[in-house]
């Protein structure tokens, strides 16, 4: 292949993510609501579960904290995580209605790799959790929940945050593939996010769960890769080493995107899904 011709793809390529990332910002911004559906969870849990649980619930001083803290402090990266998660989830839900609709089929025709195109998708909905993850922490900010602001634990944290964003949207693709029509999606709320969500240290320390006695809940959120996202998160604020969470995180992105594709291939699974479905 002639210089030219490698530099014709790329620049396709890149043309084609740009496109896609537009595609997903403008159906965003066309749909308002959908921001407002998106806070309304963490703000309400922010508002009034942890104002109701402040003085119940006290967090001791353990790492990444120098000090006690409120329990609203403590809770606001498990919200960011909610955020990402929520959101992650709805763009398997989004994907399983663009393959009923055949806008997915019609995408992944493109001659394009098929991993770039789901790379692309992923990418798409990390960008938009991000833009939701701000937009929650200006809301908790007037509601007096503040956040670290040291410059390079906030650069630590976006990067956190991406690269959880980035998880759960690969989660959210790999869910895609067996989550063969829309009204199945409850099914993905019961058995994914909520074990997801509550069996992790996004609402309590670890050493809670073992010192009460809930020892197989204690071990279930180890072993949780959303306890990972959190724990990354909660640690890069406060500009303190968040030990193996960074590769746990990286590693299921790499092992959910992998199977992603795997599962998207006409060979493999996305085909025989599709007409499965159809039958």
Known sequence: MTRAGRHGDIGHAIQALRAIVTRELL??????ARLVSALVRPVLWLAVFAAGFRNVFGVAIIEPY???IPYDVYIAPGLIGMVLLFNGMQSSLAMVYDREMGLMRLLLTAPLPRWWLLLSKMFATALLSLVQVLAFV????MLGTTLPMAPLALLHALFATLASALMLASLGLLLSVYVRQLENFAGTMNFVIFPMYFLSTALYPLWKLEESGATWVYRVAQFNPF????????FALYDKDPGS???????????????ACRGYDPQRGFGGLTQRGAA
């Open 138 to 141: 200006a809301v908790a900010a």
């Open 27 to 32: 159906k965003f911004w066309q749909q308002k």
């Open 66 to 68: 120098d000090t006690y």
């Open 245 to 259: 969470a960074p590769m746990v995180v990286l590693g299921t992105l790499l092992v959910c995107f992998m199977l």
């Open 227 to 234: 306890t990972h996202a959190v724990e990354w998160i909660r």
